[in-house]
């Protein structure tokens, strides 16, 4: 008997089982051929882009489906169940990162050139913030952006950029009056086939399905038109958005602790020792009662979250918790999940393994928990409150 819910409506749920379809059909299957190339096509986003799956949030004018923030967590719950971290990482940050500001604060322009071909899936976008020096501190980024007289020339370094070797496009936070702080950064629309710009393609732990680079910015000339927004706000846009980012991390690692789960409870009836399926020892029984309440917890709080977030609500306090809690949790799950495999979750065959290497970068990506710790002290302790920056 299904539950009744608080957020998802019958169409939420008929939309659920499109998106688990096209994950069951169309992505699980090439998992082996994605991780082993290191990379996926540019096919599957443009097949997302024709199921509608990569403007959800955006304008119909644009493409998009305008469509309420819970078709977004279903569409990040399913996506996360394709068990490979790199293939929703890519997704994801293209959709609710690299281009959310694009839709937030970009010209016309911008977004009939960018938005609208990455809503179509014709194009993969990607997002540049840290640097090789700088990682969490946004305000002491190095790259610049020196404006000429029909536009910017930039030079300078990113690092760990997800969809940076084989992106079309990125969204740049660059300084456009370095003297300023963080009251002179921007962001500004590369293309990455500029001349000036190269990349490196980084080789990683896990997310093997995913490309992540190093690119360099060689006196790289930009139209004035790819300035996103007012100039000089960039900081502030970002960091609006990092809610967004971390609550789409936090809805993902919930997902997958679930998958991880699902697998060991299946796991647990196959294998048997001492006569009997090993789900039967009260210790494993036990261990997974305590692992499937911290997910309930996590779900639930997440959850409340994304409802403040739909009602325009000042969430960084609870969104920083989501992000802290859940990737922290998600390591804790699947390293005791991976513990009742014993040899063969350290077999590369089982899909566990694979969930292991991935889930540990979540704790790094899109802000380190030490960070989250810090954003929530100042709340909490010292009373510092947020301001919107699109607006």
């Not at 010209?107 to 071909?117: F, H, I, R």
């Not at 990607?126 to 640097?131: D, K, V, W």
């Not at 639930?300 to 409802?307: A, G, I, K, R």
């Not at 540990?360 to 002290?377: D, F, P, Y």
């Amino acid at each position: 008997m299904k539950r009744p819910s608080l957020y998802f409506t019958d169409e939420h749920e008929l939309f659920r089982q499109s998106v688990r379809q096209f994950i069951a059909t169309e992505v699980v299957p090439n998992t082996e051929a994605w991780e082993t190339a290191r990379r996926i096509p540019i096919s599957i986003f443009q097949r997302m882009g024709e199921l509608g799956f990569l403007g959800l949030p955006f304008p119909e004018a644009y493409g998009g489906s305008n469509a309420d923030f819970w078709f977004s967590v279903v569409f990040l719950e399913e996506l996360a169940r394709c068990g490979m971290g790199g293939f929703t990482t890519a997704v994801s940050v293209h959709e609710y990162m690299a281009i959310n500001h694009i839709a937030k604060a970009g010209s016309e322009y911008l977004k009939q050139t960018y938005l609208a071909p990455a809503i179509a899936g014709q194009k993969v976008a990607a997002l540049a913030i840290t640097e090789p020096d700088t990682g969490s501190d946004v305000s002491a980024i190095r790259t610049i952006a020196r404006r000429t007289d029909d536009g910017y020339v930039i030079t300078g370094a990113k690092t760990f950029i997800s969809n940076g070797t084989y992106g079309d496009f990125v969204t740049l936070a660059v300084k456009t009056a370095p003297e300023k702080g963080t009251n002179g950064i921007s962001l500004i629309v590369v293309d990455l086939d500029s001349p000036g710009v190269s990349r490196t393609k980084l080789n990683k732990m896990g997310w093997h399905s995913s490309d992540t680079a190093e690119i360099r910015f060689d006196e790289v000339r930009v139209p004035a038109q790819n300035l996103i927004g007012v100039e000089h706000s960039g900081f502030y846009y970002l960091m609006e958005s990092l809610q967004l980012e971390r609550l789409v991390a936090a809805i993902m690692a919930v997902s997958g602790a679930e998958l991880a789960i699902d697998w060991t409870l299946t796991y647990l009836q196959e294998r048997e020792a001492f006569g009997k399926p090993i789900g039967k020892f009260q210790a494993i029984r036990h261990k997974i009662a305590d692992v499937a309440t911290e997910v309930e917890v996590a779900k639930q709080f997440v959850y409340h979250t994304c409802w403040l977030f739909m009602q325009d609500e000042g969430v960084v306090k609870e969104c920083s918790m989501a992000k802290l809690y859940t990737s922290e949790m998600q390591k804790r799950v699947i390293d005791t999940c991976l513990q009742f495999f014993g040899g063969y979750g350290y077999i590369e065959d089982y899909p566990i393994c694979r969930a292991y290497r991935d889930a540990r970068v979540g704790t790094i990506a899109g802000g380190t928990s030490e960070i989250m710790r810090e954003i929530i002290a100042k709340i909490v302790i010292d009373a510092v409150a947020y301001k919107p920056a699109y607006s």
